[in-house]
């Protein structure tokens, strides 16, 4: 049991690069979830899907676009790199009613845009 | 909509002493989960601790506890015989049980030192 797997896990691009953030989960959850994290911000919601073959924008979605591939994978996509895109990236998957000893989220992807 | 407030940008504590880290945060909603998590310098971000709103009874894992007061809206985490691997970013978050795929809302952190 995996659970959640991302790749990769470090990424350097050039600006105006594009990429694509996999994530894959074996928790057999419906709902997938994109966050960033960036010093004092704590992580902020890029995208979400609630099911598989829907997605919604979160709080900061400005410069991404997701793909809901199938109940298993949610992939992050940056059209075009930008410096300000440099973070971490997580992706997690939260089922509806949560107990308290399974884990949620990928190991992240630090991503540098220069 | 819903946010979540930790105040406390840093804390220490010594080995083997106990600390507490402070978490509020504002909702309408009477069904949610409350959560701590804690991320070493790995990043991987690990559940400490979760609580749900409709229990009274306050959640304990092993030396982590916490101290959930609805009608306050806040929900603190006690650390008891603090330990060197205890030094993390801590991070509270919120999230709504009215709704499925709802996400996580998350405060800013807390950066917890522990010394020897």
């Known amino acids: 049991n995996a659970g959640v797997t991302q790749t990769p896990k470090f990424q350097v691009l050039k600006t105006g690069q594009s990429m694509t953030l996999q994530c894959a989960q074996d928790?057999?959850?419906?709902?997938m979830y994109w966050y960033r994290q960036d010093p004092g911000m704590g992580l902020r919601l890029i995208y979400y899907?609630?099911?598989?073959?829907?997605?919604d924008k979160g709080e900061v979605p400005n410069g991404y676009n997701v793909s809901r591939l199938n109940k298993r994978e949610f992939s992050l996509r940056l059209e075009s790199a930008a410096p300000s895109q440099t973070s971490v990236y997580f992706c997690?998957?939260?089922?509806?009613?949560?107990?308290?000893?399974?884990?949620?989220f990928g190991p992240g992807t630090r991503l540098t845009v220069l | 909509a819903q946010t979540v407030t930790q105040s406390q940008p840093e804390m220490s504590v010594q080995e083997a002493e106990t600390v507490t880290l402070s978490c509020t945060y504002d909702t309408s909603e009477s069904d949610y989960y409350l959560f701590w998590y804690k991320q070493p310098p790995s990043r991987q971000m690990i559940l400490v601790i979760r609580?749900?709103?409709?229990?009274?009874q306050n959640a304990t894992e092993n030396r982590f506890s916490v101290n959930f007061q609805k009608a306050a809206k806040s929900f603190s985490l006690k650390i008891s015989d603090s330990q060197l691997g205890d030094a993390a970013m801590y991070f509270c978050a919120y999230r709504s049980a009215r709704q499925a795929g709802t996400a996580l809302i998350f405060g800013k952190g807390t950066t917890l030192s522990v010394s020897s």
């Open positions: 997690a998957t939260i089922p509806p009613r949560p107990s308290s000893n399974e884990q949620f």
């Open positions: 609580q749900e709103a409709y229990k009274q």
């Open positions: 899907s609630a099911s598989e073959g829907t997605t």
């Open positions: 928790m057999n959850h419906n709902s």
